[in-house]
């Protein structure tokens, strides 16, 4: 805290944006206790929110943000995936125990005999295991439409992450595979709740690709940033069939972080992760709550910022790089409409377009996902305009480096 309080010395707005996210998430995250006496003190909506904010305090700011029909079931949906990710994660289990945990979870989520002990890598995540019963019976208090949602989704998750516990992400299709059972799904899952509750059109349930996009770029996003913390609990999500062509070996990075060959990887992979935008950007304009719309935009523009942290940055290499906690606030606290976002896509794309390096082999790509994504944003329309328009902002940048 004290580091950010020094980093906002010279962003002032932003210091003046994490007091009030301070001050505003006063009431609610008033349990200081841990959640093993929480549990026992507290109703299990209360102790349901509590969790939420244990697991994920910025989230639980972000789900404030709901219209109220929608608190509830997108809290159990995230607390039912975190729990069901919990499994996944714990190396105890070996494969024969954890698959079939997987991939029947999802048949559990409304039952309140069901729980786990000492499963899970911290105390909050075991105690969502431990005192899972509450979240069962706070979602059976669910309307059943919502309960459908979020169990479809749960059982083609937990399916997805038991075909990939036997398997590496090697291919760019498994790749985006995988991002598409962890993280597409939510999406989809979030675009069936919206359209239940009334609060967007039930069309947005046909919007599959969009929807998938919206995880895949949050994750993707994630994936590139955890890339020092996978390496050193042993795991890696990066696919073979990018990071091979840039070293022998996953830990090559981290000894060479500043090498050609490690920047050139890195940048691929956000190279990679820049194709979901246009798809995010369409899915955010059809949003007409605004709301839901807050609810949907915050994450996407802190990856945005995130991605932008990272791309061409050695420090990925020894360490996780995450962005200011006065910037996180001040993008939480005014992003409130498209032309928010339009203003915070532009300014974190161009910070992408200083940072690239005119050497890096996919400079050309990148120039161009730029500027296609520059286009969209300019556009009212959610068509990208057919020819290579040579984008006036690119212009002057291409203009400048060529003189
Ligand atoms: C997520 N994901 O917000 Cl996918 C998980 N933070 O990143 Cl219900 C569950 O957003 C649900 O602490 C919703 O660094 C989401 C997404 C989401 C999606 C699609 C549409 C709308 C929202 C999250 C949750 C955490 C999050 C916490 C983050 C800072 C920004 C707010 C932090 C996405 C997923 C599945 C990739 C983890």
């Given at each position: 805290m004290l580091k950010d309080i020094y980093a906002s010395v010279i962003h002032p707005r932003e210091l003046v944006a994490m007091l009030k996210v301070k001050l505003s998430s006063k009431e609610q995250n008033r349990?200081?206790?841990?959640l093993s006496k929480l549990a026992l003190q507290l109703s299990d909506k209360a102790f349901c929110y509590a969790s939420l904010n244990k697991v994920s305090r910025s989230f639980a700011l972000v789900i404030q943000q709901l219209p109220d029909k929608l608190k509830d079931p997108v809290c159990l949906f995230y607390l039912i995936l975190r729990a069901l990710d919990t499994l996944e994660d714990d190396m105890k289990f070996d494969t024969e125990e954890k698959l079939p945990l997987l991939r029947n979870f999802y048949q559990y989520i409304?039952?309140?005999?069901w729980y786990m002990k000492d499963?899970?890598?911290t105390h909050d995540y075991r105690m969502l295991l431990t005192h899972y019963p509450k979240i069962a019976r706070v979602f059976q208090t669910l309307d059943p439409a919502y309960q459908d949602v979020i169990s479809d989704i749960t059982k083609k998750m937990g399916n997805g992450m038991a075909d990939f516990s036997v398997k590496k992400v090697c291919t760019l299709e498994e790749y985006d595979q995988y991002c598409h059972y962890v993280a597409g799904l939510v999406g989809m899952g979030l675009s069936d709740l919206f359209a239940v509750s009334g609060y967007e059109n039930d069309a947005l349930r046909e919007e599959l690709r969009i929807s998938n996009s919206m995880g895949l770029f949050l994750q993707k996003t994630n994936i590139i940033r955890d890339y020092h913390e996978d390496l050193f609990l042993g795991r890696s999500f990066w696919p073979a069939e990018i990071w091979t062509q840039y070293a022998s070996h996953f830990d090559r990075f981290a000894n060479a972080p500043e090498s050609p060959d490690s920047l050139a990887c890195l940048n691929h992979l956000v190279l990679d992760t820049l194709r979901h935008i246009p798809d995010c950007i369409n899915y955010m304009r059809k949003l007409t709550n605004k709301q839901v719309f807050r609810f949907c935009a915050i994450p996407q523009v802190m990856a945005m910022a995130t991605l932008a942290e990272v791309y061409n940055n050695p420090k990925v290499f020894k360490g996780i790089v995450k962005i200011r906690k006065g910037l996180a606030s001040k993008l939480m606290l005014y992003t409130n409409d498209m032309n928010a976002v339009i203003k915070s896509f532009k300014r974190f794309m161009s910070i992408m377009i200083e940072k690239?390096?005119?050497?890096?082999?996919?400079f050309t790509q990148l120039q161009y996902q730029f500027n296609q994504i520059f286009q969209l944003l300019d556009s009212n329309s959610a068509v990208i305009t057919p020819e290579f328009k040579i984008h006036k902002h690119y212009e002057n940048t291409l203009m400048a480096e060529l003189k």
């Open positions: 349990h200081h206790e841990p409304g039952d309140e005999k499963v899970g890598d690239t390096n005119p050497n890096d082999p996919h």
